[in-house]
């Protein structure tokens, strides 16, 4: 009878820990959604331009959810290209989503595997980040918190697309107001919020220099690729040999 009684009043403490949880990370996404809002509304409104259907620009959004991805796409669609180039195209520039994947597959390796197919597939840069310093921060990555950080950015991300598709030509020049700079920006704050790893300078200053050389040599998309994985060698080469826990 207690052990029912106990089990009784635990559920509404676990639905407010979960919903602190929930929130908790949907703060944590509310400034990502504004920081990639202007590039959401700008995919809309390059679409249609591509002779995307407002439907179809609303369903690539969700569908794919990967905004350079995207770009690279309504981009390469409708020319006289074979898919595998378009597909490989789209890969190069998500190429460091294997090495996020590899990264966070450590972090929820406790979720269920629905769970984990659905984290995956929401699985942005930002998201990569925040995952990270909450694991390190000794805290316990739930898939209630995970989903919370991506709700905002994903539901923004595809309404973004539908409003930048009927009105995207209002803005369809980001350089003019400077909002092209937010989610440079952003970025830049998630590299600095690691910036108490080990060999943190090291790995960043080798990996923007080797993607700039990329850029201006080989050209986008692969200076991302090719700079994330310079930083991987860096780290490697650099990295310090765990000590021997044997006892003498």
Known sequence: MDEHIHQRQAGPADARTARSQFWEGFAKGLPIMVASAPFGLLFGALAIDNGF?????????????????QMVGIELFGQNIPAWLIVFS??????????????????????????????????TDPQYAETEKRAESGRPVTFIWYLGVA???YVMWVLEAGVGALFGNLISDTHAFGID????????????????????????????????IAY?????????????????????????PEKSQEQH
């Open 53 to 69: 259907s407002l439907f179809e620009t609303v369903l690539m959004s969700a569908a794919i959810f990967g905004g350079a991805s």
């Open 90 to 123: 789209i890969f190069a520039v998500n190429f460091r989503h294997v090495l996020y994947s590899a990264a966070v597959g450590r972090r929820i390796s406790h979720f269920k595997p629905l769970q984990s197919l659905l984290s995956y597939f929401v699985l």
């Open 181 to 212: 700079m937010l989610l440079p920006i952003y970025f830049l704050g998630l590299v600095m919020g690691f910036r108490k790893r080990d060999n943190w300078a090291a790995i960043v200053i080798a990996s923007a220099f080797v993607s700039i």
């Open 216 to 240: 201006k040599t080989i050209g986008s998309p692969w200076h991302v690729s090719i700079g994330a994985l310079a930083g991987i060698l860096v780290a490697v080469i650099v990295a310090k």
């Open 151 to 153: 709700t905002p950015i």
